[in-house]
Structures are given as C-alpha cells and as structure tokens.
C-alpha cells in the first residue's frame, strides 16, 4: 500500500484523548486513543492532571503508528473540550490540576459576571472560573502569568513558544467581538474592576489570556521537545488549536448559517449558526463563535443520553448475563409508540442551567403503571425527555424568530433510526445523520489542518468554501412526521408543568437523610 502524507487531528474530551491521521483528501488513515482519569470531588470539582494529557498523547501517538507506515505529516491540529481553566505559572510550568467545563464550582461568579456584563456568562466560561480562582486560591492567582484551555495546552506541549487560540476556542474563555476578532474591550475592564474589588495584584485578564486567531493559522511548529515525546516530526506546523464545539460543527460540515449541529452522547450539544444575535439572557442560550469568527447559538443540556444508558442497564440487569442489554432493548424502544405509553420522564443531571436548575436537580419517573411499565416506553421516554430538555432553550430562540432550516446531527446516540426520527419530530426540522462525522471533535481538528496546509498555496480559499467543498452526502436523513410532532408538542407541555410546579419540590428534599 502505497504511503499517504497526512494531517493530525487531536481531541482531549474529558474520558480520553483521540488523534487522528486523515488523508488530504478526507480518508482516516490510523486512530489512537488514550483514557484520561477524571478527578471529582463532592462540592462539584471536575478536574485532570494536564501531564495526563501529555501522556495520553505520546501513547496515543504509539496506537496510532502501529502497524501502518504513512508518509509526511503536513500539520496538526490540537482540540479539546473547552472552557478549561489551565494555569500557566511563573515558572514556566502548568499548574498540576486543570479544572474542567463541568466543574461547578464558581456557579456565583458567573451570576456576579452575568449582571456586570450584561450577556449570558455561563458557569462553564473560563473567566468565571478565574474570577473563582481570583477569590478563593490567592496565593494560586498572583502565581499565574497566562490561562489556556486544553487545546491550547497541546499546543504548548508541541511548541513551548505557541501561545494563540483559535477564535472559538478563545470565546470560550471570554467574550469576543465578531469585527475585531479580539476580546471585547469593555468587558475586559468590567472584568477587571470586578477583580480588583477582589485582589488589587492581579493583572488585567487580557494580559492572561492568549491571541485569538482565526481558524488554519499557523501558531508555531512542533520543537524538539515535541518531536521526542511524540514522534511528529520537528517543524510540522501547528494549526490554530480550537474548542471542542467549532471543531464538531467542522466534523458534521456546518458552515452554513440557519444550521443546528447536533451532537449526542452523555450531554447534548445543539449549536445554531445564525445571522440574529440572542437578545436578554437565558440560561439556556450561550453566545460563542466558530473557527472562522461566526457567531452560533449554543443550546446545551449536561444529561443527553445517560439517563436512558441507566434505564437500559436496570432492564439488563434482569437479562442473562451473555446477553448485550443494548442489542436486546434498544430494538424495544424503537418499537414503542411515541406518546411513550403516558410515561414522562425528568432525566436531569444535578446541574441544568438551560432549565434553571443550577444545582440539584432530581430526576424522576411519573405516570408509570402496570400497563405501560415496559423496556420500550421508559427507555423512549428517558430520551425523549433529554430532548425536551433541550427544547426548552431552542423555543426561546424561536421566540426571537431565530430559527433553523435543518439539523446536521453526529454523535453514537443518532446512529439508532428512532432516535433520528424522534429528534426530527420534537424539533420540527428535518434531520441528515454524516456517518463520516464519526470521529466527532479529533476529525474535524484534521479538516482544519488540512484547510490551513491548503491556505498555504490557495490564500483566497474560504472557510465556508472549503467546508461546503468536503462534505458528504448525508448516510440517512430523517423528516418530522405530523402525528408525532403533534403528540410530542403535548407531551412537551406536560414536561414543562413538571419543571415548573414539581421538580422545585423535589429539589427542597434532602434525599441523603430520608
């Protein structure tokens, strides 16, 4: 087999990093993966080990050379999940622990900064977790010379020098202005009096932060630090490392605006390219921007599929033990009816700001009897509910006519055909699935790679060109169907009555004492 020169694409998630060699023409050549140990602890602290993610990749990099000679590389293109707050010391060190998107710690501080900024800042914005930082870890604080996030840490380990993000990423750390392609000015230094009436040291946050830059831009070129701990050769440009979310938009080949890309497994991701700005603040809608500065609506709920997995595995628990719980009773839900049998279901993570839940939340099981206390309605109902979820915060948008054409959807949990369908009529949109978006976040790191080796001799060519230029014919697609989009708007309004006058009363119980 003849050697193909190739791309890297990298993604650290939050279970484990994954890198990916692609072909300039699309093709993954190899993968390697690499698990990555979580710390959590009780008063909601996420966190990792940043010298865990320099270990996952230089093993992942082993996996993925085994067995496959390939030619040149031509780029890399770190991501990862954004939203980190990764210290970088004066020393010239990281902080030994990373605090991730899920931390929920600094819930307060995004309140606080939500009200001086006058925008949405969510809890898992990096500012709000630095102003956490500024109050409760001092001595930490006036330590710190600069904060990244994940992919920008990658970048680092490649070329100690790179110290840029693309400009997704970037405004996942702070608000940035679509014209200037920089941090918004003025927030800055409403940041900054905030901060001050906290710690007068500290330096101004923009000093802290790193340049944002636009997506395909060369940020340094792996050194021989790099070169040694990860088998890339020395020189290989780095590409603008980018947040997890903008790269998944490049993975699906959204560019386009009116578009939802979806993407499902243990949370879901609903980002809306649009023209319209979100007026007023919802907790559901956060304001971000893809690779190439476009701003998208992000609507996002911490329990995607997760409740669903635990009902499957209750159900398999009753199985015999060489039995796939999966295989068995994912083919029961697709058979059950849409109205679920009357089941609803609340399938809440602790924390679910879309529905003002920002901590505690409760999950629940209501209208369940003996007739309709099947496998197939509790499992369709469970993920039936994580879209209503969801749901909540696109009918905000459509408040403000900011609507959608179609959804562009990726992710394990769109795979089943019912779940495709069921998606397609809670939202009203027809539904395409992109069976090549499978590698997700690591895949569309390598489409910008490849976009920014091909900037180097066609400098004209657009992002939105380029994009439009690789993307595949749709491997299923799926069109609301009437009835159900009928019983399902219902059903929808049974959820919200539950949010509104039940779940509050569960949440005041103190279910550790009972």
Request: hydrophobic share 40%; proline share 6%; with cysteine.
């Amino acid at each position: 087999m003849e050697r193909q020169d190739y791309v890297l694409g990298i993604d650290v998630g939050t279970q484990a990093l994954t890198v990916v060699a692609v072909s300039l023409f699309g093709e993954v050549l190899a993968k390697g993966e690499y698990a990555i140990p979580m710390i959590s602890g009780p008063n909601g602290e996420r966190e990792q080990h940043p010298e865990d993610w320099r270990k996952a990749l230089s093993f992942a990099m082993i996996s993925l050379r085994k067995d496959i000679e390939l030619g040149d590389c031509l780029g890399v293109c770190p991501s990862g999940q954004m939203h980190a707050e990764v210290l970088r010391l004066q020393d010239g060190w990281f902080y030994d622990t990373a605090r991730l998107w899920c931390d929920s710690r600094n819930s307060e501080e995004a309140d606080r900064l939500t009200s001086v900024f006058g925008i949405n800042v969510p809890q898992r914005l990096t500012c709000s977790r630095w102003l956490w930082t500024i109050r409760y870890r001092p001595d930490l604080a006036h330590n710190v010379v600069g904060i990244t996030t994940t992919a920008g840490t990658i970048a680092s380990f490649l070329d100690a020098k790179a110290w840029s993000l693309g400009l997704g990423d970037a405004r996942g750390m702070f608000p940035i202005d679509p014209d200037t392609q920089d941090y918004v000015e003025f927030l800055a230094d409403k940041f900054d009096w905030v901060a001050s009436g906290i710690n007068a040291s500290i330096p101004p946050i923009k000093k802290l932060l790193p340049k944002p830059v636009p997506v395909g831009t060369i940020v340094g070129h792996v050194d021989e630090q790099g070169a040694q701990l990860f088998g890339i050769p020395i020189g290989t440009p780095i590409f603008a490392p980018e947040g997890d979310q903008p790269t998944t938009l490049a993975g699906c080949y959204v560019s386009d605006v009116d578009t939802f890309a979806a993407s499902g497994g243990t949370s879901i991701c609903m980002n809306l390219i649009t023209n319209h700005a979100f007026e007023g603040v919802h907790p559901g809608v956060e304001q971000f921007m893809t690779a190439d500065g476009s701003p998208f609506l992000m609507c996002h709920v911490e329990n995607g599929s997760s409740f669903m997995n635990l009902i499957v595995k209750m159900y398999g628990a009753l199985l015999p033990d060489t039995a796939n719980p999966f295989e068995c009773l994912m083919p029961l839900a697709e058979k059950a009816h849409v109205d679920c049998g009357g089941i609803m279901i609340l399938p809440l993570a602790e924390a679910e700001h879309g529905l003002e839940f920002p901590t505690k939340a409760t999950s629940g099981i209501f209208n369940l009897n003996g007739e309709n206390n099947t496998p197939g309605n509790t499992i369709r109902a469970a993920m039936t509910g994580a879209f209503f979820s969801i749901l909540v915060s696109v009918e905000a948008m459509r408040k403000q006519d900011i609507g959608a054409n179609r959804i562009v959807a990726s992710g394990g949990i769109v795979q089943s055909n019912w779940i495709g369908q069921l998606m397609a009529d809670v939202f009203e949109l027809p539904v395409e699935i992109l069976g090549e978006a499978e590698e997700g976040s690591a895949y569309g790191a390598a489409l910008m790679a490849i976009y920014g080796y091909r900037l180097l001799t066609e400098p004209e060519l657009t992002w939105v060109d380029f994009i439009n230029s690789e993307r595949p014919i749709p491997s299923k697609t799926f069109a609301p169907i009437e009835e159900n989009v009928a019983t399902l708007w219902l059903m929808f309004v049974t959820y919200l009555n539950l949010v509104k006058n039940v779940e509050p009363a569960l949440i005041k119980i103190d279910w550790k004492n009972q």
